[in-house]
């Protein structure tokens, strides 16, 4: 609703009266769907994915929209957001690269085990450990013996 004042002005100023914009309702462009017998991570992958291809296609359309505004203004700043706009979709492009990566990693770790032993913890007296190293210490002076030939070697646990 206008005032009375500004109804005046427009009309001596000659400018034509407006409705309101009414503003739309945001509804998202890649809407979210859940499918119930896949797991969390391969419902947000899939939506993520979609979103990231939205953002590229609608990348794609402002790089071309401000090309042509450069190209008919000839306008450093015009070539200068079009240079930006560019690097903002390599980038996109290159998060849905990472998420195919990510995505990649997520699936493999359960499968994924590392066999060598980082650390070593024995569990056991002082004094069990001093009889294993003596036991250790005389029988390396014949031969190299491993934790697992020695009679307490269920005292050892590897750690990961």
Same mark, same amino acid.
Do not use: C
């Given at each position: 609703?206008?005032?009375?004042?500004?109804?005046?002005?427009?009309?001596?100023?000659?400018?034509?009266?407006?409705?309101?914009?009414?503003?739309?309702?945001?509804?998202?462009?890649?809407?979210?769907?859940?499918?119930?017998?896949?797991?969390?991570?391969?419902?947000?992958?899939?939506?993520?994915?979609?979103?990231?291809?939205?953002?590229?296609?609608?990348?794609?359309?402002?790089?071309?929209?401000?090309?042509?505004?450069?190209?008919?203004?000839?306008?450093?700043?015009?070539?200068?957001?079009?240079?930006?706009?560019?690097?903002?979709?390599?980038?996109? +492009?290159?998060?849905?690269?990472? %998420? $195919? &990566?990510? *995505? @990649?990693?997520?699936? #493999?770790?359960?499968?994924?085990? /590392?066999?060598?032993?980082?650390?070593?913890?024995? +569990?056991?007296?002082?004094?069990? %450990? $001093? &009889?294993? *190293? @003596?036991?250790?210490? #005389?029988?390396?002076?014949?031969? /190299?013996?491993?934790?697992?030939?020695?009679?307490?070697?269920?005292?050892?646990?590897? %750690?990961?």
């Amino acid at each position: 609703m206008m005032s009375k004042l500004e109804d005046k002005v427009n009309e001596i100023l000659g400018v034509e009266t407006k409705s309101p914009v009414t503003q739309k309702e945001f509804k998202p462009l890649v809407p979210r769907m859940e499918d119930k017998n896949k797991e969390d991570v391969d419902n947000d992958y899939k939506y993520s994915r979609e979103n990231y291809y939205n953002l590229i296609e609608k990348g794609q359309e402002a790089i071309q929209g401000i090309l042509d505004i450069a190209q008919e203004g000839q306008h450093p700043r015009a070539y200068e957001v079009a240079g930006q706009l560019i690097g903002q979709v390599g980038q996109t +492009v290159d998060k849905l690269q990472d %998420l $195919q &990566k990510k *995505l @990649k990693d997520l699936k #493999e770790v359960p499968n994924k085990t /590392n066999a060598n032993i980082k650390n070593a913890l024995f +569990v056991g007296s002082t004094a069990e %450990l $001093q &009889k294993m *190293l @003596k036991q250790n210490n #005389e029988d390396t002076k014949s031969k /190299n013996i491993t934790p697992e030939e020695t009679d307490i070697s269920d005292k050892w646990f590897n %750690l990961y």
